[in-house]
């Protein structure tokens, strides 16, 4: 199965915004969201429904409703300008998917 | 401090076989689960696989026929081979451990990744 995001959202610097992931799986399992910069490895930022790994600013949260799954930045700063991936186990088999990524412009 | 450094050739014909090693460090490779994503440039990420210190593997199915995966726990170190690799299977490939639960798969520690081009 797929994993959909939007390719593009902006946000003005210290605003909310959310970034949706949509797919047949998260119906199933949880979604996980990464932050990738350029030239950077992923950066894992929320697992299990809404948990951040140690390091992660509590702007960062996740949430989740039916076949979507959010990740919302509250207070967007500048350095949040960024590549957002979400990701599931597939609904299909034993794998992992990821969503096509959106590219987050901090205005 | 967990740790990942993937090493391998860099440049590869048509038709050849990659294979690259990632090298873990500050952890065990035998307590955990081991995956592969790539990342072709300027486009998104896709899995290719993991594996467990049993030699367990799940492959991503579109590239089962030419995917090999292995893990050596007195080495701290595992493996991918890509075998017959065509120009679009350059790509930045990245090493990552996996964390997996019946109802969720997340990659937490990453290697900074390496890029392989395919030449014809």
């Known amino acids: 199965s797929d994993l959909t995001q939007d390719s593009a959202v902006s946000v003005a610097l210290g605003q909310t915004v959310r970034i949706t992931c949509q797919g047949d799986?998260?119906?199933?399992?949880?979604a996980t969201w990464y932050q990738q910069k350029p030239g950077q490895a992923p950066l894992l930022l929320i697992y299990d429904k809404n948990t951040r790994p140690s390091g992660i600013p509590d702007r960062f949260s996740g949430s989740f409703s039916g076949r979507t799954a959010s990740l919302t930045i509250t207070g967007a700063q500048a350095e949040d300008d960024a590549e957002y991936y979400c990701?599931?186990?597939?609904?299909?088999?034993?794998?992992?998917?990821f969503g096509g990524g959106t590219r987050l412009t901090v205005l | 401090q967990v740790q990942l450094q993937e090493s391998g050739p860099r440049l590869l014909k048509s038709s050849e076989t990659l294979s690259l090693t990632c090298t873990v460090s500050g952890i065990s490779v035998g307590s955990f689960y081991w995956s592969w994503v790539r990342q072709t440039p300027g486009k998104g990420l896709e899995w290719l696989g993991y594996i467990y210190i049993t030699g367990r593997t799940v492959y991503n199915p579109s590239l089962v026929r030419r995917l090999a995966m292995t893990i050596d726990s007195s080495k701290n170190q595992f493996s991918l081979r890509l075998t017959s690799v065509t120009a679009t299977d350059t790509a930045v490939y990245f090493c990552a451990r996996l964390q997996t639960t019946v109802n969720k798969h997340y990659l937490d520690f990453w290697g900074q990744g390496v890029l392989v081009s395919v030449s014809s």
């Open positions: 799986s998260l119906r199933e399992f949880f």
């Open positions: 990701s599931s186990r597939d609904i299909s088999g034993d794998w992992l998917i």
